[in-house]
C-alpha cells in the first residue's frame, strides 16, 4: 500500500512517516503545493493525507482538482483548522476522513487502515474481519449473520481493535481513543477493564472468529482464531 504525506512541518512529517513505515506501508512526501499536484497526477496511491495549509496553495485546490478528474484515492485531511466550515468542505470536496492536529500517531494510523479497508469493500463504510461485521454509519455489529447488541464504548473499543488487529493495544492509547485526549492520566483504567469483559462475553457468546487476549501489565491484542 502506497501513502503520500502532503505536510510541509518538517517534524511532523517525519514522525508520521516514520510511524506508517513502521506499519510496513511505501510512503512518500510532498512539503508544498506544486510537488503535492505533480505527484498525484503522475503517481497513484491508495491514501493521501493532506494539509490544509500548504506553501504556494490550498489543500482544498488539490481536493478540487482531483475531484474533477474523478480520482478515487482515499484522503484524510490533517489540518490545524478546527471550523465546523471547513470539514464541511473538505468533506464535500471528496476527503474521506478530517483529522484535526495535534493529533496521536495510533489515532492516524487506524483511519488510514479504516479507509483502506473500506475501498477494500467497495466503499461500503464497513469494518469485517473473519465472520465478524460492523457497520460504521449504521454502529450495528452481526456476527456470522446474526445481529449483536453492544454499547456505545463496546462498539468504539471492538472497531479500534478490529482495525488494529493483532497488534498490542496499551489500556492508555484504547482509554484515550474511546473515552478521550486526558484518558492517559487517570489514575486507573477499571472501566477499560470492566468494557472489555463484557465485550469478550458477547464474542465468546455469538462464536465470533475473534478475540481479544490480555497482555499482562500493557494492554491486549485482538487475534482471529
Keep these: 500500500m502506497k501513502i503520500l504525506i502532503v505536510e510541509d ?12 513505515e513502521r506499519e510496513s506501508f ?11 499536484i505533480e505527484k498525484v497526477f503522475v503517481y497513484e496511491y491508495d491514501c493521501i493525507l493532506l494539509d490544509i495549509m500548504l506553501p504556494n496553495g490550498s489543500g482544498f485546490d488539490i481536493l ?3 475531484k474533477k478528474a474523478k480520482r478515487t484515492e482515499n484522503i484524510i ?6 471550523s465546523l466550515d471547513d470539514r464541511v468542505k473538505g468533506l464535500q470536496e471528496g476527503a474521506d476522513d478530517y483529522l484535526v492536529k495535534p493529533f496521536h500517531l495510533a489515532e492516524l494510523n487506524a483511519r488510514v487502515k479504516a479507509v483502506l479497508r473500506r475501498k477494500k469493500l467497495d466503499g461500503r463504510n464497513m469494518v469485517e474481519i473473519g465472520n465478524t461485521i460492523l457497520d460504521l454509519s449504521l454502529r450495528e455489529c452481526e ?16 472497531n479500534y481493535f478490529m482495525l488494529n488487529i493483532n497488534r ?12 478521550g485526549d486526558f ?4 489514575d486507573n ?23 481479544i487476549e490480555s497482555i499482562y501489565g500493557v494492554g491486549y491484542k485482538m487475534v482471529k482464531k
Design 9 to 20: 512541518e518538517p517534524q511532523l512529517l517525519q514522525s508520521i512517516q516514520d510511524s506508517l
Design 143 to 158: 456476527i456470522s449473520g446474526n445481529p449483536v447488541a453492544l454499547n456505545r464504548k463496546e462498539f468504539d473499543i471492538l
Design 189 to 211: 483504567f477499571d472501566f477499560v477493564y470492566y468494557q472489555i469483559k463484557h465485550l469478550r462475553k458477547k464474542l465468546r457468546d455469538s462464536m465470533a472468529s475473534l478475540e
Design 64 to 66: 478540487s482538482e482531483l
Design 168 to 179: 498490542l493495544v496499551t489500556k492508555a492509547a484504547l482509554a484515550e481513543h474511546v473515552w
Design 26 to 36: 511505501l510512503v512518500e512526501t510532498a512539503t508544498d503545493f506544486h510537488t503535492a
Design 77 to 82: 485531511i490533517i489540518s490545524a483548522k478546527d
Design 183 to 186: 484518558m492517559d492520566q487517570a
